[in-house]
């Protein structure tokens, strides 16, 4: 989701300076997009809203170390999909797990002819995670590969294979 | 026939596809539909609705920030005592000329700050610092100065790790840099106790 939510100079200003009005008109501007942002990278809603949590509180905390260079909102997007990937490294094992199942997950056989979006929910959170930030986020693979502490061609290839298992799950045929 | 493998699509997609794949592509209507396909999907992902939070989450944040700063104020206040003790000591040293010695100028006026600093901090319990309301200007000042103060002591304590020589200059500066702001602090908070009626 590309977004550019205009924030006041003043409202920044205002956080800076630790003026709770302030921080939560910055709450109130990026809660939606950093919550869909967590949800779209998390399978559990509330994983999801503890993202969201933390990451205001990161902004809170380091508010004053932003100094205008770049859109805020990539500042803040920055933090919550840090956030978010530290919650797919700290549960590791589930997302493994995800990972090593079959497109679908149990009970669904190939080519169930599933909506992109109940596809895109059964990929495994690393590659949820992948798809979203480089397809919708506009991420390079060299930017994801920092932020996962993986490398480039891990990014890729989770990306590929997240693409080969939505293309099965939505059958659209004639595989390559 | 060899086909392009998703990677390859991908990298096409982003204008990187190796010689190979660009030659074959251009001949392969198998692989054209599929990466005509992987475009569709890249919208409609972009497409998909924006998904939002199912409760207001702003009261918890507030909370766990506002339980933040007690914290951060209570660390630079307990500080704040420490420093008052080693000013008192310092104090002491300083009528006892034989003990200090040779330590000139740079030693007395760190003294000196010190002890500014424990006189202001002293001032500034004087205000229940917990219990009054601050308007909403009044408490951005009050938490920008204490914000600042907190950076300072973080610094002095990491100066505290090196040797004497080399940090006395930087420790007066710093010093006197806390006693400006606890200056200001003290009042911000005597203006508003004034107000107030305390």
Not at chain 1, 61 to 70: A, F, H, L, P
Not at chain 2, 14 to 42: D, F, K, N, P
Not at chain 2, 99 to 114: C, R, T, V, Y
Not at chain 2, 118 to 147: F, P
């Amino acid at each position: 989701m590309t977004v550019a939510f205009a924030v006041p100079d003043v409202i920044v200003a205002r956080a800076q300076a630790g003026d709770e009005a302030a921080l939560e008109a910055l709450y109130r501007a990026f809660e939606t997009p950093v919550y869909n942002l967590a949800r779209r990278m998390l399978r559990r809603p509330e994983d999801a809203e503890d993202v969201l949590q933390e990451t205001f509180l990161e902004v809170v905390r380091n508010i004053k170390q932003y100094r205008g260079e770049g859109h805020l909102w990539g500042w803040v997007r920055r933090i919550a999909s840090t956030k978010a990937l530290m919650r797919i490294r700290r549960d590791q094992v589930r997302a493994t797990e995800s990972l090593d199942e079959e497109p679908g997950g149990p009970g669904l056989h190939v080519g169930a002819n599933l909506d992109l979006e109940r596809a895109f929910d059964r990929l495994s959170e690393t590659s949820r995670a992948v798809v979203w930030l480089h397809d919708v986020e506009g991420y390079t693979h060299e930017e994801i590969a920092e932020q996962m502490g993986k490398s480039v061609s891990f990014s890729k290839s989770q990306l590929a294979r997240a693409h080969a298992r939505l293309r099965r799950m939505l059958d659209v045929g004639g595989a390559p | 026939m060899m086909h392009c493998t998703m990677e390859d699509l991908g990298a096409l997609q982003a204008g990187e596809g190796s010689v190979w794949a660009r030659r074959h592509i251009i001949t392969c209507a198998i692989c054209q539909a599929e990466l005509e396909a992987l475009y569709q999907r890249v919208a409609q992902l972009k497409a998909l609705p924006t998904l939002r939070p199912p409760r207001d989450r702003w009261p918890a944040v507030r909370a766990a920030m506002n339980a933040e700063r007690v914290r951060r104020r209570r660390s630079w206040s307990a500080w704040g005592g420490t420093l008052a003790a080693a000013a008192l000591l310092a104090g002491i040293l300083l009528v006892q000329p034989s003990i200090l010695g040779q330590s000139g100028n740079l030693h007395a006026e760190l003294i000196q700050a010190k002890q500014q600093s424990a006189t202001l901090e002293d001032s500034l319990h004087q205000y229940d610092i917990d219990g009054c309301v601050l308007s909403g200007h009044a408490a951005a000042v009050v938490a920008e100065l204490e914000d600042r103060i907190s950076d300072i002591d973080g610094t002095l304590a990491t100066l505290a790790q090196r040797n004497v020589g080399e940090r006395d200059a930087e420790l007066i500066q710093l010093w006197q840099q806390r006693v400006g702001l606890m200056r200001e602090l003290v009042t911000a908070r005597a203006t508003r106790a004034r107000y107030v009626g305390l």
